[in-house]
């Protein structure tokens, strides 16, 4: 947990402030100055007595004691300020905005671990380093700009970069939007992402906390820290929306499973943040876009009234919206009629409502308040008015602010005219009002608030009753891919079943088999990582003479060890597999099977554990969701025992997380029976 002194300190130092304003050290006592800190605040600084009109005290060993230290000198220096200030001034707060450690090289490292021993040794709180500070309420810890409209109703944001936080801060000025407080980590080398996350849950209050939080990430280091608070701050009624940078390079490693392939770090990044309920965004004007509709009344349904005096911008959000699952609905005749009457000739009113330019802020008013007040099918409003340069929109801005405050419906204010109404539109958002730029942009981030699946609150569901049979057929294994048996004896200890099937391991085994079978039959190689790629999977071997054919063929691919022999079965081919990767929790897949997997790539994903709900989830999400359900007169498969399977392979990784791949593919599927042909199992047993 974070420091009250960090949060809220009675007494701040900074060491390294300066009368230069535009070093770090100057910065952020001018903007703790400027902003109105309540509480005791000191310099340390070795040539001056006075800084920026604050006592400066030249020697640190002379200081006062300081709830919290704003450190702003060279990283040489930090240690021995920090030992000081932890043994000898009771400061357990600290912000180091100085850089040049685990960024920069080896001893730089070594530096900030000797700093978080003594900081955690007293029981304090370290933000940083190499960051610009944080803001809240109590006190404007940063050297930067612009500092943000505060409130207590606005959001949080944390964001793992400071200059990336900065120029959020500069785009959520355009639009309006609003703080409760800003966070940066820099190195985040003892308050991460998810210490953040902790900290707004175990604090939360649901009269006075924000409801909004924002997140800017550059690394996930505890995923299931994580993911309990951030789901927990759901639950209680947070949204939260985020940024993941740096997802783009983990994909590259050598996968040797079809799972693997599909599964890069932003899979994983994906499924954590469905599972939290957390709305991804992919550029910081989205994300301020996506807060500041958050921060708006909540609308009831998906309907949404267009309202406008400019026809392109409001054909372009009808696209949008309508491409995304919202309806932008007709209105009834009687109400176009009724509105018609009110407007100018040449306006229209079928939705959108287009009072022409030559509309006026009265008939603007009219409209807003008869679909407030008058269709009932209408849930929410989007106002789009700008200005071509030759009038004035002071008077239709101040009726769209008035209407926010009055109408029972969420209204949308898109002003697109930043510089031929900018003057108006700095007015109107002067009066605690979001006004966004773009139609296209806004449209994309409430059809994402609308789409974001609500997360599923579960315990953890293991319900196989083998638990102890898996564990030991896993201990008694070693590392690597295990054998085709145990892949077999594994997956039916946990109720799936498997096509019979006989090892061949030489032509002696082959010629007896040949015998006894009964044709056709299927031979696959075993041994090389990808079978279809080599030509090692052989269907409706017909009989003896064709049998032993194919066994010569198939022994003689490179790094073939033996052939497998089944049963021919039919069915719809899908997939299952599970993955493991670095510190995040399992991931379970599911799509259409057998060489269709990696080129279509029609695959979901879940993080374990995964309920009954979250496998329906992952199958009813699929493209093939109709082939799976039967179409044009085809039966469709068990999809119960689909959802079923799923689950147990959930189950599976979490009793033997042992397992770093699991590839089922392909189980053949008809309408009542869903059975493997074949599966892969990779176990590591060094990353436990």
């Given amino acids: 947990m974070l420091h009250r002194n960090l949060i809220n300190p009675k007494s701040i130092v ?139 109703n606005g959001v949080d944001l944390i964001s793992g970069s400071g200059a990336t936080a900065v120029f959020i801060l500069e785009a959520a000025h355009q639009i309006g939007l609003t703080f409760s407080s800003v966070y940066t980590l ?52 947070c949204k939260i929306a985020a940024i993941k940078a740096g997802t783009s390079d983990a994909g590259n490693r050598a996968a040797s499973s079809h799972t693997g392939a599909l599964a890069n ?43 406008t005096h400019a026809g392109g911008p409001a054909v372009m959000l009808t696209d949008v919206l309508s491409q995304n699952g919202l309806i932008v609905p007709q209105l009834k005749k009687v109400h176009q009629e009724n509105l018609l ?47 071509p340069g030759l009038s004035k929109v002071d008077k239709a801005y101040d009726v769209i602010s008035e209407k926010i405050n009055a109408c029972t419906k969420p209204i949308y204010a898109v002003l697109p005219s930043v510089i031929n109404a900018k003057d108006e539109i700095a007015d109107f958002v002067s009066k605690n009002k979001m006004a966004f730029a773009d139609e296209v942009v806004f449209g994309n981030a409430l059809s994402k608030i609308y789409n974001s699946e609500k997360p599923v609150t579960i315990d953890k569901r293991i319900e196989l009753n083998n638990k102890k049979s898996i564990r030991d057929l896993v201990d008694s294994s070693e590392d690597g891919y295990l054998s085709p048996n145990k892949v077999k004896s594994l997956l039916t200890l946990i109720g799936i079943k498997f096509v019979d099937q006989f090892d061949v391991f030489s032509k002696v085994d082959a010629l007896e088999l040949s015998e006894t079978l009964q044709y056709p039959v299927v031979m696959k190689v075993v041994g090389p990582l990808h079978k279809s790629d080599v030509g090692g999977v052989v ?17 003689h691919i490179k790094d073939a060890e033996s052939v497998i022999v089944q049963p021919m079965h039919t069915g719809l081919e899908i997939f299952i597999g599970a993955i493991k990767d670095a510190n995040f929790p399992h991931l379970v897949m599911c799509g259409m099977g057998g060489i269709y997997i990696e080129a279509f790539k029609d695959v979901r994903s ?75 199992i990779k176990i590591v047993k060094l990353l436990l």
Wanted: one cysteine or more; proline letters at 3%.
């Fill in 14 to 152: 900074v060491v390294g402030g300066s009368d230069n304003i535009h070093s770090p050290g100057g910065g952020v006592l001018k903007n703790l100055l400027d902003h109105k800190y309540k509480g005791d605040l000191y310099v340390v600084n070795p040539k001056k007595n006075e800084v920026q009109g604050i006592i400066s005290f030249k020697d640190i060993n002379n200081l006062p004691e300081a709830n919290c230290a704003i450190i702003a000198i060279a990283a040489k220096y930090v240690l021995e300020t920090v030992k000081i200030l932890c043994e000898h001034k009771n400061t357990r707060g600290f912000i180091i905005i100085s850089a040049g450690y685990s960024e920069l090289d080896e001893e730089g490292a070594k530096l900030e671990k000797e700093i978080v021993k003594l900081i955690e040794k007293v029981g304090g709180s370290l933000l940083g380093p190499n960051n610009i500070g944080l803001i809240n309420t109590n006190y404007t810890g940063v050297f930067t700009t612009p500092i943000p409209r505060l409130s207590s």
């Fill in 341 to 387: 009457n009110e407007l100018y000739n040449g306006a229209t009113a079928d939705n959108p409502v287009d009072i022409m330019a030559t509309g006026t802020e009265e008939q603007l008013e009219l409209i807003i308040d008869y679909c407030d007040q008058q269709i009932d099918e209408i849930d929410a409003m989007v106002v789009i008015f700008g200005s």
């Fill in 186 to 237: 820099g190195n985040s080398v003892q308050i991460g992402v998810e210490e953040m996350l902790e900290y707004f849950d175990v604090t939360f209050d649901r009269e006075s906390s924000s409801k909004v939080k924002l997140l800017y990430i550059e690394s996930i280091k505890k995923p299931n820290k994580f993911l309990k608070h951030a789901s927990s701050l759901v639950d209680k009624g």
């Fill in 539 to 555: 269907l409706n071997v017909e009989n003896a003479n064709s049998f032993m054919n194919t066994y010569e063929n198939l022994i």
């Fill in 606 to 680: 879940c993080m374990v554990p995964v309920s009954k709900e979250e496998a329906y989830q992952m199958i009813s999400s699929l493209k093939s969701y109709s082939i799976l359900q039967g179409t044009r007169g085809q039966k469709g498969i068990d999809l119960a025992d689909f959802e079923e399977i799923i689950c147990k392979i959930s189950d599976l990784v979490q009793i033997a997380p042992e397992i770093v791949e699991l590839d089922i593919n392909p189980l053949l599927a008809s309408h009542n029976e869903i059975i493997a042909v074949d599966a892969r």
């Fill in 265 to 307: 770090s932003d899979v994983f990044v994906d499924a954590l943040f469905r599972k939290s309920g957390i709305i991804r965004c992919y550029s910081k004007t989205e994300l301020i876009y996506l807060a500041g509709i958050l921060l708006h009344k909540e609308s009831k349904g998906k309907n949404i009234a267009i309202i």
